[in-house]
Every structure is written in C-alpha cells, then in structure tokens.
C-alpha cells in the first residue's frame, strides 16, 4: 500500500516536472515572444507603410497591419524551445521532426499571408465591394499559394490516415489523407479564417476560443503534440489580443487568420481531433456560404451610425455572419465581436459536449 503511494506520488511529480518542461516553458516564451514582438510591429510596419485603414471609427484611421507575423513568429519560437530543450536538458517526448515540419507549414502560410498584407497602394481600389487601400492577392491566387503551406505536412504523411466517424467506426483513407485530405484542409481553414473581420477583436477572438477548444480537447483525448501545439497558439493569440481590442493599435492581417488557421489545422491532424475541428469551425464554414453567395465580393463591415453603431451594409440581405449580428440589434464594434465570439463557443461547447458523450 505505502509503495503503491510512494510510485503514485513520483508518478505525479514526473507528469509535473514534463508538463513544465515542455508545456509551460516554451508556452511561456511563445505568450513573451507574441507579446513583444507585436510592440516592436506597430511602430516598425507603420514606418514601413505596412498599413490598413480602420474604417469602423469616427474618421478613418491608418494603423500598422499584418500583425500575426508575431503570433505566427511565438509559435515557432514555442516549438523551437521545446526542441532545444530535447536536445540539451531532457529526451523529447514528441517527434522533433514532425514539429519542425509544423513549424515550416506556419512559416510558409504566414509568409502568404503578409505577401496579401503588404500589397499597398496609395490610391484606393475596389476590394470586397468596397474601395480599399490595400490591394492583396487576387481571390484565386490566395488558395494556390496556401498549397505550399501543406506540403510539409504532406511530406511526412502526418497525423493518422484513418477517421473515426460515429456510428460508423473506423474508417482507412490510405494516401488519400497525406495527398488529398491535408491539402484540402489546409487551403479552405485558412482562407476561411481569413472570411470572418473587420471588427476589433472579432479575429483574434474567435480564433483564441477555438484553440482554447482545441487545447482541451486534446488535452482530455491524452494527445501530446495536439495538447503542445494549442497552447503554444493559445499563448500567442492571448498576448496579441489587448493590442487588438479597445481601439486597436494593430490591425491582425491576413499574416494572422493563414497562420492561425494553419496551426489549428496542424493541431486537427497532429491531435488527431479533425471531427472535433470540423465542429468548431462551423462558424467559419457558415461564413463561407454566406460569402459564397455573392461570389466572395463582400464586405463583413457596416455602415457607421453617428452614435458609433453600425448598420448592415446589404440591408436585410445577408452575406456575413457580422450583418445577422447587425440585423438583430444597433450593435457596436465591440458588440460585433463579443456576440461572434460568444457564437464560436457555443460550438466549442458543442464539441466537447459530443467528445464526453463518446460520439467524437
């Protein structure tokens, strides 16, 4: 009895000296890297004319832009900590290999992301049925170039290539996964993510919920490199958030809805958890029709009220889940994000509702 105490007691004090080691360290220097970095962003990509015009205020503001290259940037950081630390201080408990592919596929999707970004021109041109100064990629360019941000993934044949699917069991995909699956993933969560903005706060968000989603879940289904990777994103997204709400000094940029919709889709494959992904992404899968429906040449943004709230630019018609938020009630900028990332959790909830109940 006192020695099945006694190795209960070690057992705990290893999980914890693991868990700190290679969860909360390189978390910790991700959340610092983030954080920081994002203040160095502000005043560098202004100066650089990196810049966004913030529309939704009083008089239309240009602020610095693409400000998930320090999301995307701690992440890789985060994962490059936990490998140094395999290397010097304790034997790797993840395949070091696979996270440096993950990290890669982030770099990649980033870098297509700030490409989108840094596309400025000083005369404004007609962008998402609005006129803008940032001109971007062209709609079809945007999806061929995520691609790249597969390949990584692709490369090492990641995740598993089977699905079980409720009611049905185990189902094989063969190479279809690393070939088809990935490739796909990849290219529609990003760009996704990419759908659902404009407000402050609504981005970084909606996409903190999701990997707080994630981190759970993976978490409870014991998978480590789905439970390192999300809070490594978690931390990331936590410290861009303050610059991002209450009149942002940052705009997040497509540098940050590729990167972040890229890591969530690494963390589904790596954790093995793409159902449970699949529920958590039906706000953006919805977005998606929406924008669909006029052949994506939307804006999600309102028509600004002297009072500060906003009407919905297409009147009752509805192309974005930001005009339902502004057909139900005179919402603010805050508003819109609040009820839209209230919206995702309830999906995140769902989710984990489904996992206890065994049906995920």
Same mark, same amino acid.
């Given at each position: 009895?006192?020695?099945?105490?006694?190795?209960?007691?070690?057992?705990?004090?290893?999980?914890?000296?693991?868990?700190?080691?290679?969860?909360?360290?390189?978390?910790?220097?991700?959340?610092?890297?983030?954080?920081?970095?994002?203040?160095?962003?502000?005043?560098?990509?202004?100066?650089?004319?990196?810049?966004?015009?913030?529309?939704?205020?009083?008089?239309?503001?240009?602020?610095?832009?693409?400000?998930? =290259? #320090? /999301?995307? @940037?701690?992440?890789?950081?985060?994962? $490059?900590?936990?490998? *140094?630390? %395999?290397?010097?201080?304790?034997?790797?408990?993840?395949?070091?290999?696979?996270?440096?592919?993950?990290?890669?596929?982030?770099?990649?999707?980033?870098?297509?992301?700030?490409?989108?970004?840094?596309?400025?021109?000083?005369?404004?041109?007609?962008?998402?049925?609005?006129?803008?100064?940032?001109?971007?990629?062209?709609?079809?360019?945007?999806?061929?170039?995520?691609?790249?941000?597969?390949?990584?993934?692709?490369?090492?044949?990641?995740?598993?290539?089977?699905?079980?699917?409720?009611?049905?069991?185990?189902?094989?995909?063969?190479?279809?996964?690393?070939?088809?699956?990935?490739? =796909? #993933? /990849?290219? @529609?969560?990003?760009?996704?993510?990419? $759908?659902?903005?404009? *407000?402050? %706060?609504?981005?970084?968000?909606?996409?903190?919920?999701?990997?707080?989603?994630?981190?759970?879940?993976?978490?409870?289904?014991?998978?480590?490199?789905?439970?390192?990777?999300?809070?490594?994103?978690?931390?990331?997204?936590?410290?861009?958030?303050?610059?991002?709400?209450?009149?942002?000094?940052?705009?997040?940029?497509?540098?940050?809805?590729?990167?972040?919709?890229?890591?969530?889709?690494?963390?589904?494959?790596?954790?093995?958890?793409?159902?449970?992904?699949?529920?958590?992404?039906?706000?953006?899968?919805?977005?998606?029709?929406?924008?669909?429906?006029?052949?994506?040449?939307?804006?999600?943004?309102?028509?600004?009220?002297?009072?500060?709230?906003?009407?919905?630019?297409?009147?009752?018609?509805?192309?974005?889940?930001?005009?339902?938020?502004?057909?139900?009630?005179?919402?603010?900028?805050?508003?819109?994000?609040?009820?839209?990332?209230?919206?995702?959790?309830?999906?995140?909830?769902?989710?984990?509702?489904?996992?206890?109940?065994?049906?995920?």
């Amino acid at each position: 009895m006192v020695e099945s105490g006694v190795f209960i007691h070690c057992s705990l004090n290893l999980f914890m000296y693991n868990l700190y080691l290679t969860i909360i360290i390189p978390s910790v220097i991700a959340f610092f890297t983030s954080f920081f970095g994002t203040e160095f962003l502000i005043s560098y990509l202004y100066g650089a004319g990196i810049i966004a015009e913030d529309r939704n205020k009083k008089k239309p503001i240009r602020i610095a832009s693409s400000g998930g =290259l #320090a /999301v995307a @940037f701690a992440v890789i950081v985060g994962i $490059l900590a936990y490998t *140094f630390g %395999g290397s010097f201080i304790y034997a790797p408990i993840l395949n070091v290999a696979q996270l440096l592919s993950v990290a890669l596929s982030i770099m990649l999707i980033a870098l297509v992301g700030f490409l989108d970004d840094i596309n400025v021109v000083r005369k404004k041109v007609e962008t998402t049925d609005m006129k803008d100064i940032r001109k971007g990629l062209k709609q079809w360019q945007k999806p061929l170039l995520t691609l790249i941000g597969a390949l990584p993934l692709m490369a090492i044949n990641a995740g598993l290539s089977y699905i079980q699917l409720p009611f049905v069991g185990q189902v094989a995909l063969g190479y279809l996964y690393p070939l088809v699956i990935i490739p =796909l #993933a /990849v290219i @529609f969560v990003s760009n996704a993510v990419n $759908l659902l903005g404009g *407000f402050d %706060g609504l981005q970084p968000g909606t996409t903190l919920v999701a990997t707080l989603g994630m981190l759970i879940y993976t978490f409870i289904s014991g998978s480590q490199v789905g439970f390192l990777l999300s809070a490594l994103l978690f931390m990331s997204i936590l410290a861009f958030l303050p610059f991002n709400i209450n009149g942002a000094k940052i705009i997040p940029g497509d540098s940050f809805t590729y990167a972040t919709g890229g890591t969530l889709v690494a963390i589904m494959i790596m954790g093995n958890a793409e159902l449970f992904g699949a529920v958590i992404f039906i706000p953006w899968i919805i977005e998606f029709i929406l924008h669909l429906r006029r052949k994506f040449k939307v804006t999600d943004l309102g028509i600004r009220q002297s009072d500060g709230t906003f009407k919905a630019p297409y009147g009752k018609k509805i192309y974005s889940l930001t005009h339902i938020v502004m057909n139900i009630k005179r919402a603010t900028e805050s508003d819109v994000a609040t009820y839209l990332t209230i919206f995702e959790a309830v999906f995140v909830v769902l989710g984990l509702a489904l996992k206890f109940t065994g049906l995920l």
